[in-house]
């Protein structure tokens, strides 16, 4: 079970809430999104592009420009390079189309999961050469490619860089001190905002908005009208990358997924268009959850099972008709690695127990028929379900490949560098990492990276982080309305919980064509009626029934005979159907 946390952070509420003409309780889960001050709460409920950084405050962005300008002024041959996720697709995306404006000769290479693995390699350098590439401008790569940008170098290949990915180090030491030396690639300019001499006020966030101030900092210094009027569309796939790469949605990155949401719902951009027409997503309602669960797992699907290049040339159409043959291959593709996913998530769970590996601070499970591109998303369920952080392992072409996916409390990247021996590449940060090695250190690598780990017990328990222990009988439709302004919701800004001590459960019903959610009749402490919704785990609730108060509970429940005492934490939400809108109370967790 989840151990259940209330918020206790200070903030003078009612000070807040009479400035800025919101409740108490809306200040209250202002407070726990870190806003510290009424400048803070100006910027979360009112923020606006004014008010994200300049992107010249990040390091190397004045000889990145200057560079690229160069280059386009004489003539050279610019390739820009991406990577075979969402935002390595949408920062190549925003870059191409950037250079293309300022009427440079650009092309774009996405590398392939399985044939080239993450990010530069010597092969991708090999082909720029051999097509007389000039220059090479990374995104969302190239921070740990210090060896292929060097070989680059020695053809005279510039290379201009832009990740946000951790930059490689190296512990090293003074006398008894111990200190962290970077290992910064070779090239003419690296934006990155993880670099220690990198200053910029907000320094997480992804690939795609990286390449979007790069942009930005190029339409500046050219005064370029074309460009100026394109960044309302760069702006969409900023955001998209934002929500597709897990960024914490605070700062400036919550104000450019607002931002870049309102444009995206009046996108003009034929392949965004299709991709949302053949999801059956209505238009003009396109969320943070859309892009997250839906479009991006579409665009993502290519690089999974076949190249990414597909998802590229979708965001490129310039047809309807082109637009919507991709998006439905795209939609394809997405159904069919749904299938496998699960598939290898029942064979991974079948490992984990077969190997006792639930006594495994770090799980490290090895499953080499599994496509390799599946690991990231395996992992991900893995570390869901069991709540440790999780390495997913696939035998690939040339030795194991591997993704990791982490938990609160443990920074991935960092825990890797300290067993780097047995890595022949890797890269990543806090909460997500790639590996490649060799298949017969995975017993030493398992063994090692468990003795290293310094996670408790209590690390592994799923924590719940409650914004206000509320009765339900303070909600109201003024309420919903303020929690909407605190929209987008996601990582770093999740939706507001409320908890309810001792509801009376006295019926429920079980809706839906599978039967897989349920409304409940509950009556609150001062003797109120509400209606509380399910969504999904009827089954896990059920046996919650049967452990507390004993056989025949939930049938009884669904029979209209439930006298159950039970702690809620919930959500508001408001449902609209045929014109109609009302109130809802969403369960989330429970217990006694």
Known sequence: MEKWYVAAKRADFNAWAAKFHISPVTARILRNRDVTDEAGVKSFLYGTLEDCHSPWLMKDME????????????????????????????????????????????????????????GLNDNLIEEARRDGIG?????????????????????????????????????????????????????????????????YP???????????????????????????????ELLEFAALSTVCDVMELKGENRILVKEGLKRLNATRNPGIRALTEVNGIEPGKLSAYHLGFVIGPCLNATGRLDTAKRALELLQSRTKVEAMSAARELKELNDSRKNLTLQGVAQAESTIAGQHMEQDKVMVVFLPEVHESLAGIIAGRIREHYNHPVFLLTRGEEGVKGSGRSIEGYHMYEAMTEVKHYFTKFGGHAMAAGLSM?????????????????????????????????????????????????????????????????????????????????RYRVQTPEGAEKQLLLFGGLEEFGSFLADKFGPGSEAALYAGRGNFRISVVYQLGKNTYQGRSEMQYVMQYYGV
């Open 63 to 118: 000889k990145a420009v200057e560079e690229i300008l160069s280059a386009i002024e004489e003539g050279i041959s610019v390739r820009v390079i991406g990577d075979y996720d969402v935002d390595g697709i949408c920062s190549a995306y925003i870059l191409t189309k950037t250079l293309q404006i300022l009427g440079g000769k650009v092309d774009t290479a996405i590398p392939h999961r399985i044939h080239d693995g993450y």
């Open 135 to 199: 220059m090479i401008v990374t995104c969302d790569n190239g921070i740990a490619a210090a060896s292929q940008i060097a070989l680059a170098n020695s053809y005279g290949i510039k290379v201009i860089v832009t990740d946000h990915h951790e930059v490689p180090f190296v512990m090293e030491s003074e006398g008894k001190e111990l200190f962290r030396r970077e290992l910064l690639p070779p090239a003419l300019a690296v934006i990155d905002p993880k670099q220690e001499q990198c200053h």
């Open 202 to 232: 907000f320094p997480n966030i992804c690939g795609g908005v990286v390449a979007y101030k790069l942009a930005l900092a190029l339409e500046e210094r050219t005064g370029n009208a074309a460009l100026r009027d394109a960044e309302e």
């Open 438 to 518: 060799r298949e017969e250190d995975i017993p030493s690598f398992r063994q090692e990276l468990n003795e290293k780990c310094r996670l408790q017990d209590a690390d592994f328990i799923p924590k719940v982080h409650i914004d206000v222990p509320m009765p339900m009988d303070y909600a109201d439709e003024k309420l919903v309305e303020e929690l909407a302004m605190l929209e987008p919701f996601g990582v770093g800004n999740p939706k507001p919980l409320f908890a309810q001590k001792n509801l009376l459960f006295v019926s429920g019903y079980k809706m839906g064509a599978n039967k897989t959610c349920a």
